[in-house]
């Protein structure tokens, strides 16, 4: 059974910078793309950004130039480089494995085949 395990969360103040990561129990090419979302309370989950398993990646417009997704084949992990952070950035970060491409995960319309169980990003002003 694949699993998925993020980390590297935390508290910040607006401006800095964190890296989340997913670490996947077991490598597979059954996928289009994977994702990281965020969700606060009283909001639906979100695409925060998504890679396709070629590693072409796309970006939520909020993020662009902010964030950037990256994956190592070779340790079976995703990551997700924060920079300029916000405070509207805080929330629980998941990442997943979809079954749609990485530019339309990212406006919502996505599928997903296997989700983690978040790491809480805090960023104060």
């Known amino acids: 059974q694949v699993t998925l395990v993020e980390s590297g969360g935390g508290s910040v103040q607006t401006g800095g910078s964190l890296r989340l990561s997913c670490a996947v129990s077991?490598?597979?090419?059954?996928?289009?793309?994977m994702g990281w979302f965020r969700q606060v309370p009283g909001k639906e989950r979100e695409g925060v950004a998504a890679i396709n398993s070629d590693g072409t990646v796309s970006y939520a417009e909020s993020m662009k130039g902010r964030v950037i997704i990256s994956q190592d084949n070779a340790k079976n992990a995703l990551y997700l480089q924060m920079n300029s952070l916000k405070p509207e950035d805080t929330g629980m970060y998941y990442c997943?494995?979809?079954?749609?491409?990485?530019?339309?995960?990212?406006?919502?319309?996505?599928?997903?085949?296997?989700w983690g169980q978040g790491t809480q990003v805090t960023v104060s002003s």
């Open positions: 077991k490598y597979t090419y059954t996928f289009y793309s």
């Open positions: 997943a494995i979809l079954n749609q491409t990485a530019d339309e995960v990212v406006v919502g319309d996505y599928e997903t085949k296997y």
